[in-house]
Every structure is written in C-alpha cells, then in structure tokens.
C-alpha cells in the first residue's frame, strides 16, 4: 500500500515564526502536492513538484514556499507564520501518469 | 472554468437508510471522476474512480457511483449506511496539464442511530 506521511498530526506556533511541514511518501511517485482545507471551502491546493527540485504554484500559494530536495520529500513552509494560515494541511502523491492522488493523515496548524 | 459541485453541505440519514451524495462536473469532454471519504481528524481516502466504460463504478465500503453524462453528475450511493459512515466526502477531478485535483466544498454526513 502507499504510505504518505506526515511529520505532526497537530502543531501550534505563534505568530511571525518560520514553520516547517513535512511529507514523505514511500511509493516513488513523481508527483506530490500540498493543499489546505478549510470549512466550506474543500481542499485549495498550494504548491505541487512534479519532480525533485520543481515546484508549481498552486491555486493559493501566497505567504508559502516549497522545497524538494528528494523525491520522497516534500517540504511545505510558512516563512512568517500569521493567524489567517491556522488550517488542515493535506499532502498527497502520485505516480507519474496516473490521476489518483494519495493524502497523508494532515496536519492542524494553529498559528496563535 | 473547469469545476465540481457539491449541492449539499450537510446531510443527514438514519442508519440502514440509503444515501444518495451529488456532484455535478462542468467539462465538454469525459472526466476523470473520483470520490473521496475524510474520517473526523484523518487524511482522505480514494471510495471510487471513474475514468471510461461502465458508469456504474464500485467502491470500497459498499459505495458505488453513476455517471450521467446527460446529467452531469456523479452520485454517489449506499444502500444501507452504517455508522462507521459518519465522514466528509469529497467529489473531485483533474485539471489542467499537470492533473491537478479540483474537489468539490464536500458534504458533511451525519448517521442516526
């Protein structure tokens, strides 16, 4: 089965800090992407790399950078933390020419 | 725009009861159609696909979903819901050149008992 995790289920940070999330998939998959998800709104997707060390802007991706420096990798980052981004953060993969996705278990920022 | 529609927020079935969930597509051609079930604190996970051929598709869980093109939807269904069904669910499709996944806002199930 393909495993995507992530590195906290839940996490708190004040306001102005540098975070850091990260995801990993154990499937080779070429594709990974990371979204959040917000009441009303679905899933709103930031960033995605279609390969080590490129990325895509997503649909919402102001006040966040990527980073993959492997292809199981794939890091989501809030360089100054403010309290509009408290939300789910859902990160998926997927193979090559597939169109499946599959998501971690998310993470919960609460920026306060 | 490409998009996926999800008419209902909310809804609410008695358990055993059978489950009708919409979603309706905006696309000329024939999508690449998926359901996705989100359990209180987890990650998603992928009910059903829908890429070509037969429009009635079985999932996991005893789910299965009909495409109408005529209609523009994809419904999922359940004869008999459980309680363990309690979830969010998501419709959704690609996008774009790269396969972006557009989901619809969800609709929240709720399962008396």
């Known amino acids: 089965d393909v495993k995507v995790t992530q590195s906290s289920r839940y996490l708190v940070k004040r306001t102005g800090e540098k975070v850091f999330l990260e995801c990993v998939q154990d499937m080779d998959h070429e594709n990974m992407f990371w979204y959040r998800q917000d009441p009303g709104l679905g899933l709103r997707l930031i960033y995605f790399?279609?390969?080590?060390?490129?990325?895509e802007k997503g649909d919402i991706p102001e006040g966040y950078s990527v980073s993959r420096e492997k292809k199981e990798r794939f890091s989501l980052i809030l360089e100054s933390a403010s309290t509009n981004q408290t939300s789910m953060y859902l990160c998926?993969?997927?193979?090559?020419?597939?169109?499946?996705?599959?998501f971690g278990p998310g993470t919960r920022l609460t920026v306060l | 725009a490409q998009s996926v529609t999800q008419p209902d927020i909310h809804i609410t079935v008695s358990e055993g009861a059978s489950l009708e969930l919409r979603c309706n597509y905006s696309y000329g051609a024939t999508p690449y159609l998926f359901w996705y079930v989100q359990s209180p604190g987890q990650g998603l996970q992928l009910l059903l696909k829908y890429f070509s051929g037969d429009t009635l598709v079985q999932g996991i869980k005893g789910f299965e979903a009909e495409f109408k093109r005529s209609q523009s939807s994809f419904n999922l269904r359940k004869p008999s819901v459980h309680w363990s069904d309690a979830a969010e669910y998501f419709c959704a499709s690609p996008t774009g050149t790269a396969s972006k996944l557009t989901f619809g806002t969800g609709t929240r199930l709720q399962v008396t008992l």
């Open positions: 998926a993969s997927r193979p090559g020419l597939a169109h499946e996705q599959f």
């Open positions: 790399s279609y390969d080590v060390k490129m990325k």
